[in-house]
């Protein structure tokens, strides 16, 4: 079956602008994650949804950020006035079951954000 | 704190040879989980291999093996018979549980900062 995909791959944005990232997860998974990875860094958690439900949003840094997942499966992860701090590769990964057991994330092949 | 520690920047095996990758981690939870992710050039994460706090057997998944030792808080990947295609940057992960439900954990995973890994002919 299909894994996860997001859209674009790839993304150069002027800094102010506002962009948008989809990440569409594997079929039927509950859980769905987003992730910013700065070069040569491990991920760092955003935000995680559970359905619809933003249940964490604590990774967010600032109020530029903000993810949605209104109907439970696509997710949109939108920046706001872009800095060029936020340069980075975005991952989104999705998750079978809830919060509710151990189950694993599988991940898109991500977002690569050039704020110039 | 970091909660995920690996210091292993870089590292090279020679095709066919066994390796093993290195981490630590940090938490005070008793339920807990730890994964291992690949990601190659491409950039996409490849789930490798998990292991419960609860586990008594070291997981396996083919060539590789998490060597897991919980008292030193440790769980060190290791690749059998290196291939090319393992050249990568090596992920060690860690989701953390609430100590009064056993087996459930929260979401996030806490990743540390990769091993890149070479494997020559």
């Known amino acids: 079956g299909a894994g996860v995909s997001q859209s674009p791959r790839y993304k150069v944005a002027k800094r102010g602008q506002d962009v948008a990232l989809r990440c569409d997860p594997i079929?039927?998974?509950?859980?769905l994650f987003w992730y910013q990875q700065a070069l040569g860094q491990g991920p760092e958690f955003l935000t995680y949804f559970q359905n619809e439900a933003q249940l964490d949003k604590s990774g967010l840094p600032s109020d530029r950020f903000f993810a949605e997942r209104p109907e439970g499966s696509v997710s949109t992860l939108k920046i706001q006035r872009t800095q060029q701090e936020d340069s980075a590769v975005y991952l989104c990964?999705?998750?079978?079951?809830?919060?509710?057991?151990?189950?694993?994330?599988?991940f898109g092949p991500g977002t690569r954000l050039t704020v110039l | 704190a970091q909660k995920i520690t690996q210091t292993q920047p870089g590292m090279f095996v020679q095709e066919k040879e066994a390796v093993t990758l290195d981490c630590t981690y940090d938490t005070s939870d008793q339920s807990y989980g730890l994964f291992w992710y690949k990601q190659p050039s491409s950039g996409e994460m490849i789930f490798l291999i998990y292991?419960?706090?609860?586990?008594?057997q070291n997981a396996t998944e083919g060539r590789y093996s998490l060597n897991f030792q919980k008292a030193r808080k440790s769980a060190n990947l290791v690749i059998s018979a290196s291939q090319l295609g393992d050249s990568a940057m090596y992920f060690c992960?860690?989701?953390?549980?609430?100590?009064?439900?056993?087996?459930?954990?929260?979401?996030?995973?806490?990743f540390g900062r990769g091993t890149q890994l070479t494997v020559w002919p």
């Open positions: 990964a999705s998750s079978l079951l809830g919060v509710a057991r151990v189950d694993t994330q599988y």
């Open positions: 992960a860690m989701r953390e549980g609430r100590i009064a439900d056993r087996g459930s954990t929260l979401g996030r995973l806490y």
């Open positions: 079929s039927g998974h509950v859980s």
């Open positions: 292991q419960g706090s609860y586990d008594e």
